[in-house]
């Protein structure tokens, strides 16, 4: 995550997470440390994984003390192992004590979802088919997650509500039909957008291959069921498969012929890596 968008974007959401675990002032530390005084500590890897998030967790402790320096040995995207030392925390103690659990909750949790995608993308490997993830995301998180996605392997669906046109079951029920929602979204929409549809029945993707739609998913279909569908479209729009994906039932999907899986469960379902800061010593 580089610079600029990490100011204009994450900055913001960083400090409000600093802002949660910090009301007033760190009770503990301020009890314990008086003054300033440096010190060092080590970002320790207790688990296997795929690291995801160090820009995030660095900017953590900057936010709170801009001269705090931060020493990694390892990249975003990188495979790490248990016992492993990312890196070397150095600054006033009393920063690196107040920042971290903030920055452990970010990096944990995008590591987490950087694993769980590198482990579901190998799934795939040998096929046409790419993953993707979804808007199931936490609130207030979704940039750092859909990144982690994106370092794990994985690729990002639209971001938000603005980013896309995505014509779901009741937004098909509030036009009136697949043909009345393509029809209404390419009249408002601009040129440029492509206009996706979810389908639940046969019926229902020949008439959105009918309508024009630009993307379809095959929505909670069987494999059986999306494999028709594939066949019916014959090229004439981009596929998507999508609905209650995981890393257990990714086999039975790799071979429908999709363009695109799409699961929710990269980012709700990732169990975070397990990281630590140890070993803090005076300087």
Same mark, same amino acid.
């Given at each position: ?53 160090? &820009? ?15 020493? *990694? ?70 940039? *750092? ?113 999709? &363009? ?24």
């Amino acid at each position: 995550m580089n610079k600029i968008t990490m100011q204009l974007n994450a900055d913001h959401l960083i400090l409000q997470a600093l802002s949660e675990d910090i009301t007033s002032e760190d009770i503990t530390t301020n009890a314990v440390m008086h003054e300033a005084k440096p010190g060092q500590v080590e970002l320790l890897c207790k688990q296997d994984g795929i690291i995801a998030g160090l &820009d995030v967790f660095a900017r953590v402790f900057t936010l709170l003390d801009d001269t705090v320096t931060i020493d *990694f040995t390892c990249q975003d995207g990188d495979e790490v192992k248990n016992g492993q030392c990312m890196a070397t925390v150095t600054g006033d103690i009393r920063v690196l004590l107040s920042g971290e659990r903030t920055a452990l909750n970010y990096l944990q949790r995008m590591s987490g979802i950087a694993t769980y995608t590198r482990a579901a993308v190998s799934l795939l490997s040998g096929t046409k088919t790419k993953l993707l993830d979804t808007r199931k995301t936490t609130p207030n998180m979704r940039i *750092f997650e859909k990144y982690a996605v994106k370092v794990g392997g994985g690729c990002n669906h639209r971001y938000n509500l603005s980013d896309g046109i995505l014509l779901k079951d009741n937004h098909i029920s509030a036009a009136g039909g697949v043909a009345k929602a393509v029809a209404m979204a390419k009249e408002y929409a601009p040129f440029v957008r492509k206009i996706e549809v979810e389908t639940e029945t046969l019926d229902m993707v020949k008439e959105a291959v009918e309508a024009g739609a630009d993307i379809i998913m095959l929505d909670n279909m069987s494999p059986e069921t999306m494999k028709e569908a594939v066949k019916l479209i014959d090229g004439r729009a981009e596929t998507e498969c999508s609905g209650n994906v995981t890393r257990e039932n990714l086999p039975l999907l790799a071979n429908i012929g999709v &363009d695109y899986i799409s699961s929710g469960a990269l980012t709700h379902s990732a169990p975070i890596l397990d990281i630590s800061l140890k070993n803090l010593r005076p300087l």
